[in-house]
């Protein structure tokens, strides 16, 4: 799985290089915790179709 994510930002506004800080394997498939380097908004993905960045 890849370390880097480039998403959109609310908090910054613009298009980011999010980082992978926790990956751990639940009964829904695999979360990650993204996070943005500039402000530290941060989001969860589930098996990369449920996200929290949305919320």
Do not use: Q
Not at 9 to 32: I, M, Q, S, W
Not at 38 to 43: V, Y
């Amino acid at each position: 799985m890849a370390s880097e994510l480039d998403h959109d930002c609310p908090n910054c506004g613009e298009e980011r290089t999010f980082y992978r800080t926790a990956a751990t394997n639940l009964h829904l498939g695999l979360k990650t915790k993204w996070a943005c380097p500039e402000c530290s908004f941060g989001f969860i993905r589930i098996n990369g179709d449920i996200s929290s960045a949305s919320a």
